[in-house]
């Protein structure tokens, strides 16, 4: 990541000057492949002054998604690619540090979509304030917020989950994946299997619930699958995170009438050609099996219903989320790339401090 110029005398919070700059992390070139640190830039821009209406928010942590590799080619998609020269975004939760707005006050924590910059002017219609008092802000990047809400449509409404389903979930150790599994079971699945890329990710899974779980490094995923059916016949639901020979290995053993939830193909995210489908996508017409793509944003009619459960469901321990925090703006591109890579275990969180 290359480095412009920037200063070291932004006020701290409580000062009576606020800050007339921040520091953003811009797209410098269009990743070939892998992303690379040369792809981002550190920039410094004005900040502009307050309108009526608008909030400036001081970030405390942002989201890295798997989904914004995608926003970094320059192709027609569900999102907008992110144009070069100027700053990414995505998910952020912040404090209010000036407010020409009704609708936040000054010390309000909220979460919002301007991330990857150290300050934020906002319309107040574009942040929703949340509270610290029913879990850590950071909580709201994860399984409070769009991650925790993309795990429940998926599973409940995508794929149409009914107690007693035997269910699979690829990148299982992932912020997404991990809560889907709890999900399943505290909705009552028979079984739920999941995989992921380490002994030590397999062993997290078994300890928050998983049913069986495998190391997608140590073997054919159709084999391993196979050997974590236990007493099930197949599987009934499939939440695919990854794609590829994940994808091929669930068709294989998914029941008559399996559903699929497609959210997301990180195997594939990085590749510079056309990736060919599965090999055995036929069997879906014998098997009658459903399987449908997904975005988050078209499940908002669940928030409300999900807000209130999994609020609930963190209360009395019955679902547990883990979080891997990278700290300082500077060090984003290289926790996006490490996301990527699999390094995290749960959220990838960077803290701003």
């Known amino acids: 990541m290359t480095h412009d110029q920037h200063s070291n005398n932004t006020p701290a919070v409580g000062q009576?000057?606020?800050?007339?700059?921040?520091?953003?992390?811009?797209?410098?070139?269009?990743?070939?492949?892998?992303?690379?640190?040369?792809?981002?830039?550190?920039?410094?821009?004005?900040?502009?002054?307050?309108?009526?209406?608008?909030?400036?928010?001081?970030?405390?942590?942002?989201?890295?998604?798997?989904?914004?590799?995608?926003?970094?080619?320059?192709?027609?998609?569900?999102?907008?690619?992110?144009?070069?020269?100027?700053?990414?975004?995505?998910?952020?939760?912040?404090?209010?540090?000036?407010?020409?707005?009704?609708?936040?006050?000054?010390?309000?924590?909220?979460?919002?979509?301007?991330?990857?910059?150290?300050?934020?002017?906002?319309?107040?219609?574009?942040?929703?304030?949340?509270?610290?008092?029913?879990?850590?802000?950071?909580?709201?990047?994860?399984?409070?917020?769009?991650?925790?809400?993309?795990?429940?449509?998926?599973?409940?409404?995508?794929?149409?989950?009914?107690?007693?389903?035997?269910?699979?979930?690829?990148?299982?150790?992932?912020?997404?994946?991990?809560?889907?599994?709890?999900?399943?079971?505290?909705?009552?699945?028979?079984?739920?299997?999941?995989?992921?890329?380490?002994?030590?990710?397999?062993?997290?899974?078994?300890?928050?619930?998983?049913?069986?779980?495998?190391?997608?490094?140590d073997g054919p995923v159709k084999d391993q699958l196979k050997a974590a059916l236990g007493e099930a016949s197949g599987i009934d639901v499939y939440f695919d995170n990854v794609g590829g020979d994940h994808l091929e290995a669930a068709i294989s053993v998914l029941n008559r009438f399996g559903r699929v939830a497609m959210c997301g193909a990180i195997s594939q995210y990085n590749s510079t050609a056309p990736v060919p489908g599965p090999a055995n996508l036929a069997l879906a017409i014998g098997k009658q099996l459903t399987l449908k793509g997904f975005i988050v944003g078209s499940y908002q009619h669940l928030a409300g219903e999900f807000a209130t459960k999994m609020a609930g469901w963190l209360s009395d321990g019955t679902i547990r989320f883990d979080e891997t925090f990278v700290h300082g703006l500077e060090n984003a591109p290289q926790a996006f790339i490490d996301l990527l890579r699999g390094a995290n275990t749960g959220k990838m969180v960077v803290v701003l401090d």
């Open 16 to 217: 009576s000057a606020l800050p007339h700059s921040t520091r953003e992390v811009q797209l410098a070139s269009r990743p070939q492949g892998e992303p690379v640190a040369e792809n981002f830039r550190l920039h410094e821009s004005e900040l502009p002054a307050l309108l009526a209406g608008q909030i400036l928010v001081r970030n405390t942590a942002m989201s890295v998604d798997p989904y914004m590799r995608g926003r970094m080619n320059d192709v027609k998609s569900y999102s907008p690619p992110f144009a070069l020269n100027v700053a990414l975004d995505g998910g952020a939760v912040g404090e209010v540090i000036s407010s020409r707005s009704s609708a936040h006050q000054v010390g309000d924590v909220v979460l919002h979509s301007l991330g990857w910059r150290d300050y934020a002017v906002l319309a107040d219609a574009d942040a929703r304030t949340v509270d610290p008092a029913l879990a850590h802000p950071t909580a709201f990047l994860g399984a409070l917020g769009m991650t925790g809400l993309t795990a429940y449509a998926g599973l409940t409404e995508v794929a149409a989950f009914k107690p007693g389903d035997t269910v699979f979930v690829s990148g299982a150790a992932g912020a997404v994946g991990s809560l889907v599994g709890q999900i399943a079971k505290n909705l009552g699945a028979a079984r739920v299997i999941g995989s992921a890329g380490s002994a030590e990710k397999v062993a997290r899974l078994l300890e928050l619930g998983f049913d069986a779980a495998f190391n997608y490094h």
